[in-house]
C-alpha cells in the first residue's frame, strides 16, 4: 500500500497519522523495540499486542510482518515503520486495521475511547501517562465535546485530516 519509497522526515504532504514529528515517531518506534537493537521482530510485535491485551494468531503476526518488511529481512526498521505510519491507513486497505487499533483502545465495547481508557492502554505499553494528559490528548481530537473519542474522531486524528475549528 505504501506509495513513498523514503519519505524525507517533516516532508510528508499526505502524512495519515499524527506521527509526522519524526521524534514523535522514533519514541513510537522505541515502545515497539523492546530491546532497543534498531528493528522490530515477530516476537516484540506480539508483545506490543499482548500488553494491550490483545492474542494475536501466529500466522496474523507473520501477515503483519510480511506487509511491513519490505526489505524482507525478517525485522521493521524505523524507516519501514515510518512508511506505514504515513501511509497505512489509506482509504480501503487500512480500514479493518484502523477498526481494530480503536478497539484495542475502547475497552469496555462501547464505541468510545474514554480518558481512563486511553490511560490504561498507554500505561499497559510502558508509556507512563496520567488521566490528567490522557484528558488534554482525548480534547485535541474531541470533535462533538464529549470528553472521549468516537470512532469518526479516532479515524481523522489517524488519516491527519485535522477538523475546521482547530486553531493552534
Do not use: W
Not at 18 to 42: P, T
Not at 111 to 120: K, M, N, P, R, Y
Request: aromatic share 8%; with cysteine; net charge negative.
Amino acid at each position: 500500500m505504501a506509495t513513498n519509497s523514503t519519505p524525507a522526515p517533516g516532508t510528508n504532504s499526505k502524512a495519515s497519522v499524527n506521527l509526522q514529528d519524526m521524534d514523535e515517531l522514533k519514541k513510537v518506534f522505541n515502545r515497539f523495540d523492546a530491546n532497543g537493537d534498531g528493528m522490530i521482530s515477530v516476537t516484540e510485535l506480539g508483545d506490543v499486542f499482548e500488553a494491550l491485551g490483545s492474542s494475536v494468531p501466529s500466522e496474523e503476526l507473520k501477515r503483519v510482518m510480511d506487509d511491513l518488511d519490505t526489505d524482507h529481512d525478517g525485522f521493521i526498521n524505523l524507516s519501514e515503520f515510518a512508511n506505514f505510519c504515513r501511509s497505512g491507513f489509506d482509504q480501503d486497505g487500512g480500514a479493518s486495521e484502523l477498526r481494530e487499533a480503536f478497539e484495542l483502545y475502547d475497552q469496555d465495547k462501547n464505541g468510545l475511547i474514554s480518558a481512563t481508557e486511553l490511560q490504561f492502554v498507554m500505561n499497559r505499553l510502558g508509556i507512563q501517562c496520567s488521566v490528567e494528559e490522557s484528558h488534554r490528548m482525548i480534547k485535541s481530537v474531541d470533535a462533538d465535546g464529549d470528553g472521549n473519542v468516537n470512532f469518526k474522531e479516532f479515524e481523522k486524528m489517524m488519516t491527519n485530516n485535522k477538523p475546521n475549528n482547530s486553531t493552534a
